[in-house]
């Protein structure tokens, strides 16, 4: 099955300044990955999501790179505030209602004002 | 974007005793739904694939006489935790994947606590 590592753990940024989480997955496969904000007792919210045949999507200060080659994509959140602290997961999965994800560890991402 | 709506948010038990939670898909029909657990400080974890009208199936590991899974229309699954102990105190959630993309919805997640 599809195993997702996620780095960093955990992750400080001044605000304003960018930060980048990096996950590898394991099943050449997969063509969907998804990231998730989740708040403390919140459910995980998609922000950003990219599927195999894009290599780069932007969606304002947020943007996600995919290389299908190494298996791995990253997240790229720039000009940080205090309101982006959260944990963040990438997951990977293949498209489709009855297709399971596959999530990474997560990353605690703190924003210093 | 689709709705998916799980309940109780919060549930505290006796040990020993059964508790459900429900997972309702609001907007759309959900052949499949997903149920995740997900201890303090980790990432979530499948249990079990829900189907509708057929038997759930269960990552391993997973007891499925504890953990019980009933996806009795296309708008519903319920997990029914038996006979809880202190070790199943958690938090659940649901999922369910839209047609076409798939993109993944959660519900509002069950914080389970045991006593």
């Avoid at chain 1, 930060?19 to 904000?37: E, G, L, M, Q, R």
């Avoid at chain 1, 963040?88 to 990353?107: D, E, H, I, M, V």
């Amino acid at each position: 099955g599809e195993n997702v590592e996620q780095h960093p753990s955990t992750l400080s940024v001044q605000e304003g300044d960018s930060a980048v989480i990096k996950c590898t997955y394991s099943d050449s496969a997969s063509n969907y990955f998804p990231w998730y904000k989740q708040e403390l007792g919140k459910r995980p919210q998609l922000i950003i999501d990219i599927r195999s045949n894009v290599g780069e999507k932007k969606d304002q200060r947020i943007a996600v790179t995919l290389n299908k080659t190494a298996k791995h994509f990253s997240l790229h959140i720039t000009e940080t505030q205090p309101e982006d602290s959260a944990v963040y997961f990438c997951a990977a999965s293949l498209s489709g209602s009855a297709r399971q994800l596959t999530f990474g560890s997560g990353t605690q991402l703190t924003v210093l004002p | 974007g689709a709705v998916v709506s799980q309940h109780p948010s919060w549930v505290i038990c006796k040990s020993g005793t059964s508790v459900k939670i429900e997972c309702r898909s609001l907007d759309f029909q959900a052949t499949t739904m997903f149920w995740y657990r997900q201890f303090p400080k980790q990432s979530l974890m499948l249990m079990a694939t829900s189907n509708e009208g057929s038997k759930a199936t269960y990552e391993q590991g997973v007891e499925k006489d504890k953990f019980l899974i009933n996806h009795a229309s296309l708008t519903l699954s319920t997990l029914t935790v038996t006979s809880a102990h202190p070790e199943d105190s958690s938090f659940y959630i649901c999922s369910a994947r839209g047609w076409g993309e798939g993109e993944a919805f959660f519900g509002q997640g069950t914080r389970l606590t045991v006593v």
